[in-house]
């Protein structure tokens, strides 16, 4: 999906979806920044950094 902004700033993103089969309803919003790239540098807006290794409690030592 495509959403076309006027200038760079930061938005928020919501979306709503229903599925049609079963009639559930579930929805979604994001924070994002478009950044003003009119100087032609490259940007980066965001970066996902995800762990796939269970975070250890005080009673459970990590286990690799």
């Known amino acids: ?3 076309p902004v006027k200038k760079p ?3 928020q993103v919501r ?3 229903r599925d049609a089969t ?3 309803v579930g929805s ?3 924070f994002t920044e478009v ?3 009119a100087n032609g540098r490259l ?6 950094i995800r762990s796939e ?9 990590r286990s690799y």
Do not use: E, F, K, R
Request: no cysteine; net charge negative; glycine share 6%.
């Open 22 to 24: 079963h009639g559930t």
């Open 1 to 3: 999906m495509h959403v």
């Open 28 to 30: 979604a919003s994001q």
């Open 9 to 11: 700033a930061p938005y």
């Open 43 to 48: 940007a980066l807006s965001g970066i996902v």
């Open 15 to 17: 979306v709503v979806l």
């Open 35 to 37: 950044p003003d790239i």
């Open 53 to 61: 290794v269970p975070q250890a409690t005080a009673h459970q030592p």
